[in-house]
């Protein structure tokens, strides 16, 4: 059975020290362990009670789904039918052995009748078989209505445009700030002969790049965020929980199949969301006090941008978990000014910053800004996630009153270092 009471997986994952769970310690966890189908809280009543607005969130994303969300509803309702028929065979099958149990005893009287000890075995393995059967039936039907809700994109926010993006703010650096100039001439090695077409600058150009992440890790420590390190690989069960296209990534170990599970092994990059699910995912925090937590990683992201040619970019990936949807659009609103005082103040870039449409919404977020510059490359971007993907991955805190929630989850690229210095977007400079 795939889905359970949340009080009760909370408690499984419980452990002493809520300070070791976002600790480095677990940082390769789900890098290394061959974990099992995922195995979300599907809130099946809720989804059902919200199909008009899962069916807006996939219309208005332009998904080209295969399923019909409606199918849920009469999956569920099978579940249950089959769940019940389980429970009712379970007492019986019960009751058959206690039956048989009562005739052994009278075996030492000698006054039982074989005859009746034999009919009852017989009826003990029919009603055996019979549970085994609809135990099947019930897996496969669970199954399918796990992996139906998992296809379910994120409902979008009530701000995000749904066809159109829209520009909300154009931010020019205030007088006397030195303005930006992308160098001349910058000098980008490849490395041929590998798949993923590692490339990096050099000379000048490595120090520009340096001098860029330098910047940034001063002004997030300055503003409350912790410099952490993630792993590069993740399993593909991160993947399915944030909802992404696992093709969308480089796949480094070929899958092992258990029970018609994929336990193939994708390099990510440790300045990305998936990186950060590897350090969150089934991880129970014991005090809230801790919330909000503010991370934040430089390093390297690998995804794939049309066609099978695997890109690869420096980047500044923050993140912040929080505690619930308030709190969550307050740090929303907090990222987004200080992403606007870093690159108008800090750095004397033009820039317009845009709130996506819908379509543009990768399946996790609900709401993202990004932040155009004057030379039309988007250097920075910023989204809220909410509780999508903690759901799956069981994220969760134990709130004042001792009770299990949900972590609210935002994520992005606070200066995307690549985007900033290429001469092309459209493929890895020469």
Not at 308 to 320: D, E, G, I, N, R
């Amino acid at each position: 059975m795939r889905y359970g009471i949340m009080s009760s997986v909370a408690r499984t994952l419980s452990c002493p020290s809520y300070i070791a769970r976002y600790g480095t310690w677990v940082l390769s966890r789900f890098a290394q362990l061959n974990t099992g189908r995922l195995q979300p809280v599907l809130e099946v009543e809720r989804v059902l009670s919200q199909e008009s607005i899962y069916v807006e969130s996939i219309g208005s994303r332009k998904l080209d789904v295969t399923f019909d969300p409606s199918r849920i509803s009469a999956l569920f309702e099978r579940a249950k039918q089959l769940k019940g028929q389980m429970r009712a065979a379970e007492v019986l099958r019960k009751d058959n052995a206690l039956q048989v149990q009562e005739m052994i005893h009278l075996l030492k009287e000698d006054s039982f009748n074989t005859d009746n000890i034999k009919g009852l075995r017989e009826t003990g393995k029919s009603l055996r078989d019979g549970l085994r059967r609809t135990t099947l039936e019930f897996n496969v039907a669970n199954d399918e209505l796990v992996d139906l809700i998992l296809l379910l994109p994120n409902i979008l926010h009530p701000r995000t445009p749904r066809t159109e993006g829209e520009v909300i703010r154009e931010v020019e650096p205030s007088a006397g700030v030195t303005l930006w100039q992308t160098p001349k001439n910058l000098r980008w090695e490849r490395i041929t002969g590998v798949s993923v077409y590692p490339e990096f600058l050099s000379g000048n150009g490595l120090l520009v790049e340096l001098d860029l992440a330098a910047k940034s890790q001063k002004y997030l420590l300055q503003h409350g965020f912790v410099e952490t390190g993630n792993v590069d690989f993740v399993k593909r069960v991160l993947l399915d929980g944030a909802g992404l296209d696992p093709s969308q990534f480089l796949r480094v170990r070929q899958p092992k199949n258990l029970n018609g599970v994929e336990h193939a092994t994708y390099l990510v990059g440790g300045s990305s969301f998936p990186a950060f699910l590897a350090l969150f995912a089934q991880s129970l925090l014991h005090n809230d006090d801790v919330l909000p937590i503010r991370y934040f990683v430089i390093g390297r992201k690998y995804e794939k941008k049309g066609g099978t040619l695997p890109f690869q970019h420096s980047t500044v990936q923050a993140f912040v978990a929080c505690r619930d949807e308030a709190e969550e659009e307050l740090e929303f609103e907090r990222m987004t000014t200080l992403m606007e005082e870093f690159y108008a103040e800090k750095m004397g870039l033009s820039f317009k910053t845009h709130l996506l449409p819908a379509p543009q919404l990768k399946p996790y977020e609900k709401k993202k800004v990004v932040f155009v510059s004057s030379e039309d490359k988007v250097i920075g971007g910023f989204g809220s996630v909410g509780d999508y993907v903690s759901k799956r991955l069981i994220s969760c805190y134990i709130d004042p009153n001792r009770s299990p929630k949900f972590l609210h989850f935002l994520t992005g690229s606070f200066l995307h270092i690549t985007n900033l210095l290429r001469p092309s977007l459209k493929e890895p400079p020469l």
